[in-house]
């Protein structure tokens, strides 16, 4: 091994993974350092049992989709040749007692909003009025995305004044401000567009619209995908570009400090493997895929406030519990319909009740239980199933507080309880299912935080919240106070997939372009 490089990745989440290959592709010579054995941060597959274990990924939207901000990493690395992914039927179903019969809710705008009227034919004008605002918002990012060169815009500039209108006049809306204006107090419609809320926040009078809009409008518009053999397959194919264009990946070391320069720029990385020895790599360019909480940590002290200072007392996003469980037979055997079910229990009568569910798990199971997104990963032939074990996914909210202070014999009971009442709701949902339940494995928030680094097991980086002003740009805070040192990870955007790989290449950009101004 060489100890210099062009650029040093800290952290081989998608953020990272996408930044150093990125930053690889143009010839520089790239060192990745991942404190964990796997590659991939929560993009990962892993083994418990028999069981191959999809860690996070449930569905994504296609790169070649209009305007999906994938699209072009995807072009760039050549990945679309590389990863398959494999189509979900429809985006999800919805058993919640308030709405009546389950409610599949399709892929397609048209589809989806002929779905809903059919359900709910009281609010066809609001349906309607509702869904043009999202597909508004996705025209003025179709309008805005890269693929479009400047004849196109050319000859679209009439369609201009409508798509930004769609934008701006909800720029700094909640997700409930925009549903009130709909549809009023009917929270059965409420439940019926955000049922799996989840996925983003548990607070829908602080999730940002313009963040359902854009993530939730995409599955709407152009469906969900699975990623064939699981995520892992796409972390890993990320760090073999870095290694095919002469850098290195080192798993099983930490980062734990940063050397600065005299002038105040990055200089370089000091990192421990498991062994205990401690070394150190030399580059001007660092990509931190992490918290700027932990990166702060690995600074000098004296360079800790300022470089936390755009981040402030800015709210950290939701956590999950998530469960796995390995079948002995498809989950259709028991009448599991759809790929993704979201369960929404009885007690939940409006959609800010989500705000009340990861409390839930600060205690034993009681009579209320959370709501819950199911993955039937068998309805896609995933390439998970081992051994004539077929994985299923539950997840909910979840919070740190509700594990961090106690002690382990405590915490695993507390955790056990909640994987036997969660397989018990199940079996009430679609009888039988207990019994062909043969492996388990259980990710609390504090699992989260463990193994991610996350402060509060963060699992989205920083709460998608409404801007307190109307945004002057795009919602992504890349630079930092140091000169050569980017935050590559969802904790500078959004999160999810897409937005952490957002942020890597956003971070990958931007240190070609300071590179070049100082060429």
Known sequence: MTNT???????????????????????????????????????????????????????????????DPKGAIFEALDLDSEIDLLPVENFHEIRCPLIGEPFVLPHGFDAVEARLVERFPH?????????RQVKR????????????????????????????????????????AVLQ???????????????????????????????????????????????????????????????????????ACEAVAMDISPDGAVAGVRYRSRDGTDHAARAGIVFANAAPHVVAEMLPEDRREAFMAPYGDRPLSISLFSATLGLDRPAREFGISSYSTQLIPAWMTRLSDFRDVAALLGDMPGKKLPAFGVADYSRVDPGLASEGIYPLA????????????????????????????????????????????????????????????????????????????FPKGPPQRLATSIDGLWIASSFAGFGGYTGAMMAGAGAARAAMREERSKG
């Open 5 to 67: 490089y062009d650029a040093i990745v800290i952290g081989s989440g998608l953020g990272g993974l996408t930044a150093g290959a990125l930053y690889a592709r143009t010839g520089a010579k790239v060192l990745l350092i991942e404190r964990n054995d796997a590659f991939g941060g929560a993009a990962t597959t892993y083994r418990r049992g028999a069981m191959i274990v999809e860690a996070s990924l449930h569905e994504t939207t296609h790169p070649d989709a209009a305007g």
């Open 123 to 131: 609010q066809e004008k609001a349906i309607r009025s509702f869904l």
């Open 137 to 176: 918002t996705q025209q003025a990012l179709d309008y805005m995305s890269a693929e479009h060169d400047n004849l196109w815009r050319l000859t679209h500039t009439s369609e201009l004044p409508l798509e930004l209108w769609a934008v701006m006049r909800d720029i700094r809306s909640s997700l409930s």
């Open 181 to 251: 204006r709909c549809f009023g107090d009917d929270e059965a419609v409420k439940f019926a567009l955000a049922a799996n809320l989840p996925y983003y926040s548990d607070d829908p009078d602080n999730f940002w619209w313009l963040g359902y809009a854009v993530a939730q409008g995409g599955f709407l518009k152009s469906g969900g995908y699975f990623i064939r053999g699981g995520s892992q397959t796409l972390s890993d194919r990320l760090a073999a570009i870095i290694r095919e264009e002469g850098g290195e990946t080192l798993n």
């Open 394 to 469: 539950v997840v909910c909210v979840d919070r740190l507080e509700n594990w961090q202070d106690l002690d382990d014999d405590t915490y695993h009971r507390r955790k056990d309880a909640w994987r036997d009442a969660i397989i018990g709701r199940l079996d009430e949902e679609w009888p039988g299912f207990a019994g062909a339940v043969v492996e388990t494995t259980v990710a609390t928030a504090r699992t989260m935080h463990d193994y991610l680094n996350t402060p509060g097991g963060a699992v989205y980086g920083f709460a998608p919240i409404p801007p307190e002003h």
